[in-house]
């Protein structure tokens, strides 16, 4: 369980007089065990403040004015350092060099199991299988600076995988991938979800994406929650999302046109097989 309770923070306003703006401000949320989460919003919303609250960078990397509390397993953040939380909590960073401690790949994904004292039978087991479900054992010898943006995130995804956490941090974990190899993160990450119960958070720009594999929506506007639910309800709140300038799926778009043209009547979906179904019901009657 995460537990966020009349959370604010604000870093320092560095030689600014005037103090800075609240990275997040008067957050309550709750993240049970086993949820699959997304959280979306524009560009210095706190979606990746948000993720560093719970893996305790904030406040023990990234200093600055902490109130409220954040738990997570029952575990305040301030009282437990990220070191500790990292037995329980994975995090992949956008800025993926910065991630990195090893010269090779295959160093790379040892180096936290390692660290953890992972038996030496059971690392290779999971260097093996971390290596084979992101596609990229033909790289385990590669040196990381000669890999390019897609493959050194598949690399940072391994690395944290290979720990085994419950609860899986990942932020904009799909920005240098093509659609082919950001479907494949995604169609692990919910076998991880679904099969293995693991808590997905996921900060992601690509809605149609989140909407497709995600149970809930959490979207973030200057630090404070604008939309905390189900992606499905995305639907009726189009216009919320394109006030914070989040672009709805372009199938929803299509769903209220067709509906306020009177000819469609049913569920507006959120994703492709939906949206394959609606435009073949509107199709057929249309014919008829």
Known sequence: MIRFQDFSFRYPAGGSQQPAEFALKDINLEIRDGEFVGITGT???GKSTLTYSVSGLVPHHFAGDFYGSVEVNGMDTVEVHPEQLAKFVGQVFQDIDSQMVSSIVEDEILFGMENFQVPRAEIARRLEAVLEM???ASLRRRQISSLSGGQKQKVAIASILALQ???????EPTGELDPESTIMIYEILRRLNQEFHKTVIVVEQKIMVLCAYVSRLIVLDKGQVMFDGPARRITDEI???QSLGINVPRVVELGQMLKKAGLYAGEIPTELTGAEKMVREVCADVAV
């Open 134 to 136: 992101l596609g990229i």
């Open 43 to 45: 560009s210095g919303a």
């Open 165 to 171: 956490p419950d609860i899986i941090l990942l932020d």
């Open 239 to 241: 216009e919320l999302f």
